[in-house]
């Protein structure tokens, strides 16, 4: 966990796409002042979908390839 006083990072990067859907992983990393070691406290993925104005699934538009 983190703690009082930690320096956090927080990394969020589009790890996969679909039709209508992306997966977004998520880390979050802490260390402590003065210190260059960090430590991960959190990783999650989430899925995220396209809708329309109706609710229904929709196609994603096209999406670039990034640097890393």
């Known amino acids: 966990p983190a703690k009082v006083g930690d320096i956090l990072v ?28 960090r430590r991960l406290i959190s990783d999650s993925d989430f899925v995220f979908v396209a809708i329309n104005k109706k609710g ?3 196609s994603l538009p096209l999406l670039k390839q990034g640097k890393k």
């Open 56 to 58: 229904k699934p929709t």
């Open 10 to 37: 927080i990394e969020a990067v589009v790890t996969r796409t679909f039709r209508t859907s992306m997966v977004i992983t998520v880390k979050a990393w802490a260390s402590s002042v003065g210190q260059t070691a």
